[in-house]
């Protein structure tokens, strides 16, 4: 199977962590709005589930997949047009946004080590964007970024999300502690 490179950001402007609205769609929301992922705390990307990972990349189709009908993203209750993929593109695309192993991803349910693919049709995908955990601030530091996560109301601290800024602009996802 040939896909996209996967999708990320090309550089990460400080202008992008000062509006808490746009650092929840960018940053908080892919992951936190999924269910499983809001309610454990990961001091490193490597405690997160493999099967989380997996239904996160699915989610926000970091593979850049095709969809039907019409191509429709998977928020909008678009369906992907295949079934598997390849172990190396499913790696890849979660690596660009979670620096984890490859073995550790193997150890998902998804993966067929028969076929060296993740079968992707069994994975409940998360469709539109879930309301509750957003942004309240963000604040840089040399190459980190810790963001503030409150509950509907920004007077309700729920706990911070670290992320590294990689010297090409992009983020990573470093911790969650709640």
């Not at 746009?22 to 990307?45: A, D, F, Q, R």
């Not at 994975?123 to 840089?140: E, T």
């Not at 040399?142 to 911070?160: A, H, K, M, R, W």
Request: hydrophobic share 30%; proline share 7%.
């Amino acid at each position: 199977m040939n896909t996209k490179t996967p999708k990320q950001k090309s550089s990460s402007p400080p202008h992008l962590f000062a509006d808490p609205k746009t650092v929840s769609e960018k940053c908080v929301s892919p992951i936190l709005n999924y269910g499983k992922m809001s309610t454990y705390n990961w001091e490193s990307p490597s405690q997160i589930s493999a099967d989380d990972l997996v239904n996160i990349c699915m989610s926000n189709n970091y593979l850049n997949l095709p969809t039907s009908p019409d191509n429709k993203s998977i928020q909008e209750y678009g369906e992907y047009l295949t079934n598997y993929v390849p172990a190396e593109d499913m790696e890849a695309a979660i690596q660009t946004y979670f620096p984890v192993t490859s073995e550790h991803l193997k150890t998902s349910r998804y993966y067929d080590s028969k076929t060296d693919t993740y079968q992707i049709a069994e994975i409940p995908l998360r469709h539109g964007r879930g309301k509750g955990i957003s942004a309240k601030s963000a604040a840089v530091s040399q190459n980190q970024v810790e963001i503030q996560l409150c509950v509907s109301n920004p007077s309700y601290d729920v706990g911070t999300l670290t992320m590294e800024l990689l010297p090409d602009g992009r983020l990573t996802y470093s911790s969650l502690i709640l």
